[in-house]
């Protein structure tokens, strides 16, 4: 069945960069509604109203409809907030602001699944799971309901999503996957980004430290390297991150904490969100140097200095007279990523294509499966990424394969301490590339294959070479590569089968309200986490003598 959706190109992901506080994000819906009037873009409608026009991108005289009035019939159903109708109009909002033309669609699936549900009723799941499979409308069609619906329930993260979201994610997963939907980088992209914005980041500070004058391009790169490192850790929001005051920061008893912009429910029978967590001293006393650093550039209500960047960059931003200078906005990263970029291309010769680009919201999907595979439990992973549900956490357990490599990738240069390498290879810096050779060891004892340099043979596994004591030289690693490269395979296997393991138990306890009273269950998943760690470690060491290349995706080993 023809459909004007079809022609839609679909941005937007399952996950929302944005999350809905009733004060926070009607007064910043208002204001950008003002924007867009000044712009001569809106044309009818307050938001109090159920009804807003608003002119095409490239078609003046033509105007996209936003209506709300169906959404009254959210008044009868006692499972819905009641401001529900003020929650998808901010919804909305971010969608015009965020992605402009395709926002009416977005609206427009979500309204039909609304209608479907008798307003997303539990008893009315399955009519909607029959609505979407065996409805005459294209897989494109279908994939798009699934992703805009929940979208919204990650954005609003009201209690009814909880029910919805794994079936829908289920259903979505069966649908044959279209060309235009995005997939997160894999680790191939994600590592070089990681390597190359610390080391910029490092050789700029030390310039500073050295000269004692701000490098202007410090002042763009500090604010990339917080938000990598925090948001790496702390499942995070772009708007929250962007939103965290200049204060964010303390010391208490020793101990080092972060304040995020997250309310607190009153709602006892929900999870408590914390909004004050633990970090280490290293990423406090970054964010600390960085406070004192943008001091002279003036009043800022944000952690993250927007006139500082101005400083920085200042033609990039000539167009900000009429915008909030004291506040860093997810736009304003967004920028910043992409600069990066260009960086890593024009400075290091590395070039990654677009499409395999990092986006704001990467790093919170990141986050949550680093969470997973370390064994935390799914509550307490709802509790560090700000859900009020267990369930709502479902679509972001994917990409396990990032994380391993993410993992060795760091093992390995602190290993080694990031000797430089002999070779090259396509997707890991050359400065992580190492030496498939020790140098000469006091104590050497022949073995299958390689050296043992342990005079009390202290075996610490079944294969020497994933052994702190293993080493090789030259000539026989050029003859036992291929056997070596087999059993790397087969330790990457096998860590993949954990992997999976542990995201399956995760999906269990999601999924099955009686699991989540089971402690074997959660023992089952931190056995397997530590299982992870140590096959991880291994190859860790293996990468630190043969190089990334061997161990990582540098010559096409895949993680499938």
């Not at 004058?213 to 002042?219: S, Y």
């Not at 633990?278 to 800022?300: A, F, H, N, P």
């Not at 290993?415 to 810096?429: G, R």
Request: glycine share 2%; aromatic share 12%; hydrophobic share 35%.
């Amino acid at each position: 069945m023809p459909t004007p959706l079809e022609a839609v190109k679909f941005d937007i992901e399952e996950f929302s960069d944005e999350i809905f506080n009733v004060e926070q994000s009607i007064t910043e819906s208002k204001k950008i509604m003002e924007n867009l009037i000044k712009e001569k873009r809106w044309v009818k409608g307050k938001f109090e109203d159920d009804y807003w026009e608003i002119t095409k991108i490239h078609y003046s005289e033509n105007h996209n409809s936003f209506n709300f009035n169906n959404l009254n019939k959210s008044l009868f159903n006692n499972h819905l907030p009641d401001d529900f109708k003020d929650v998808v109009k901010c919804w909305t909002v971010y969608l015009i602001n965020r992605y402009k033309t395709s926002a009416v669609t977005y609206l427009l699936l979500f309204t039909k699944a609304f209608e479907i549900t008798q307003g997303f009723r539990r008893q009315e799941i399955d009519a909607l799971l029959t609505f979407i499979e065996n409805s005459e409308y294209s897989n494109k069609y279908k994939s798009d309901m699934i992703i805009s619906i929940c979208n919204f329930f990650d954005y609003s993260d009201i209690e009814i999503g909880e029910d919805y979201i794994p079936s829908l994610i289920e259903l979505k997963n069966k649908i044959p996957e279209q060309k235009n939907i995005r997939q997160l980088p894999s680790s191939k992209y994600v590592l070089p980004f990681s390597y190359y914005l610390e080391k910029h980041f490092t050789q700029l500070l030390n310039q500073f430290i050295k000269q004692g004058e701000i490098n202007k391009e410090l002042l763009l790169i500090y604010p990339l390297i917080i938000w990598w490192k925090l948001t790496n850790i702390i499942p995070m929001r772009p708007s929250e991150f962007c939103l965290l005051k200049r204060d964010a920061t303390f010391k208490s008893d020793e101990k080092h904490y972060i304040k995020l912009p997250r309310h607190k429910l009153k709602n006892s029978k929900r999870i408590q969100i914390p909004d004050t967590l633990l970090i280490d001293e290293e990423l406090y006393q970054l964010i600390e140097s960085y406070v004192k650093l943008t001091e002279q550039y003036g009043r800022t209500d944000t952690l993250i200095s927007f006139r500082s960047i101005i400083k920085g960059k200042p033609s990039t931003n000539r167009a900000v007279v009429s915008k909030n200078l004291n506040q860093f906005k997810l736009s304003n990263l967004d920028r910043l990523i992409k600069d990066f970029y260009k960086t890593m291309n024009n400075t290091y010769n590395c070039e990654i294509l677009k499409e395999n680009h990092i986006r704001p919201g990467d790093t919170r999907h990141f986050a949550f499966i680093s969470l997973m595979m370390q064994g935390y439990s799914p509550v307490e992973i709802a509790r560090l990424g700000g859900h009020q549900t267990i369930r709502a956490q479902y679509h972001y357990s994917a990409h396990q394969e990032y994380w391993v490599d993410c993992e060795v990738f760091e093992l390995m240069k602190k290993i080694k301490n990031s000797k430089k390498a002999v070779k090259h290879t396509e997707s890991i810096p050359t400065e992580v590339k190492l030496k498939p050779y020790e140098k000469k060891q006091p104590y050497r004892k022949k073995v299958k294959i390689g050296y043992c340099t342990d005079e009390e043979q202290k075996c610490e596994t079944k294969l020497c070479y994933f052994c702190s004591h293993w080493g090789i030289d030259p000539d026989e690693y050029i003859e036992k590569k291929e056997k070596i490269r087999s059993d790397i395979i087969a330790m990457k296997t096998n860590i993949n089968e954990l992997t999976s393991a542990i995201q399956n138990l995760n999906k269990q306890f999601l999924q099955d309200e009686l699991t989540r009273r089971s402690s074997e269950l959660l023992t089952n998943i931190k056995t397997k986490s530590n299982a992870v760690q140590s096959d991880i470690y291994k190859l860790a060491l293996l990468a630190s003598k043969l190089g990334g290349g061997e161990v990582l995706d540098g010559e096409k080993i895949s993680w499938s």
